[in-house]
């Protein structure tokens, strides 16, 4: 694939990634309607899993820059994570931060397994 038409590729794909990222993150979020920021979370675990896939199917080259860099990248978001768990600490709301990092990451790790089993059967 041609050089430009790949970087006019990472544009367009990084561009959708956010875009599902607000729809997701509203949608989630709405429907929680929780002072848990269950939005983000549904974000960043779901693109941990297909982050996990796209490693399962040995994905590489520009599909891997387009798929894993440019969409999921864009997807999931580390800067919101902890920026709402830092507002949960200052709110002094340690259970919610707590909840946040511990369960963010666990779910997390567990997401990217179970997409490299996932992955794997292909």
Do not use: C, K, Q
């Not at 440019?70 to 707590?98: I, N």
């Amino acid at each position: 694939m041609s050089g430009v038409l790949v970087w006019i590729g990472v544009g367009v794909l990084g561009g959708t990634g956010a875009l599902l990222r607000f729809l997701l993150d509203g949608t989630v979020s709405r429907a929680t309607a929780a002072r848990f920021p269950s939005g983000t979370l549904a974000v960043n675990v779901s693109g941990a899993l297909v982050l996990g896939v796209l490693s399962g199917i040995d994905l590489d080259g520009d599909a891997l820059l387009l798929a894993g860099t440019a969409l999921v990248g864009a997807y999931t978001t580390f800067s919101t994570w902890m920026l709402e768990s830092h507002r949960a600490a200052e709110e002094g709301r340690f259970g919610v931060l707590a909840a946040n990092v511990a369960g963010s990451l666990a779910l997390g790790l567990l997401a990217v397994l179970a997409g490299r089993a996932i992955g794997g059967l292909w």
